[in-house]
């Protein structure tokens, strides 16, 4: 039997990561070790359009992961794990990788094929130089006047679960007094 049948049989001919019927192929994940059959998923074509462009994934379409990730297949738990972390900026992945559960081998494998992109990754640091991450709470250490309002964010003002800019480093965004506002990293203290 070959990889790609044995793959439609293991998937009931649905997507692995999403559960879709359509414009299905044989994805074979990188930096694997060496079996085809175990290294490989059966996925839908958006799933390995994104995959493969991280500048076209579209955030709510990984939702799915919330199923997923417990596949008992290794290749879609590392596949899970991948996509949560390049996602977890958005707040709600960071919540299903602290649920995943992998192996030790398993986590290797995906931690493998995560690195290099990691390195290019742009790092949020607030003004005292500590590292942010989606999710972490911040303090403002100064008042700030938030444009195309009346409101000033008042020193002390502690912002929490924020999120970060993929684009600027100097940039996340989080609520104060019920309000979604972008701050800048010079003016926030991690908790």
């Known amino acids: 039997m070959n990889s790609e049948k044995e793959l439609q049989e293991r998937s009931g001919n ?27 998923i059966w996925v839908c074509n958006t799933c390995k359009e ?6 076209k994934v579209d955030a709510n379409h990984w939702r799915c992961l919330n199923d997923s990730m ?18 977890k900026a958005e707040g709600w992945p960071q919540d299903l990788l602290d649920m995943m559960y992998l192996e030790d081998e398993t986590k290797e494998w995906a931690k493998a094929g995560v690195a290099e992109s990691q390195a290019e990754a742009i790092i949020h640091r607030d003004s005292n130089g500590v590292i942010l ?5 911040v303090v403002l250490i100064k008042d700030l ?8 964010a008042k020193q002390g003002t502690a912002v929490r679960r924020i999120s970060l ?3 600027n480093e100097k940039y996340i965004e989080g609520k104060v007094d019920g309000q979604q506002i972008v701050l800048i990293t010079d003016f926030v203290k991690k908790v």
Not at 50 to 55: N, T
Not at 145 to 152: A, C, I
């Open 14 to 40: 649905t997507c692995e990561l999403c559960g879709s019927e359509e414009n299905l192929s044989v994805y074979e994940v990188p930096n694997s070790p060496t079996d085809v059959a175990e290294t490989s």
């Open 50 to 55: 994104q995959i493969e462009y991280p500048e």
């Open 70 to 87: 417990w596949s008992t297949v290794p290749a879609v738990q590392v596949m899970a794990w991948r996509m949560l972390t390049r996602l």
């Open 133 to 137: 991450e989606a999710g972490d709470s």
């Open 145 to 152: 006047k938030v444009k195309g309002s009346s409101m000033v």
């Open 165 to 167: 800019d993929h684009e």
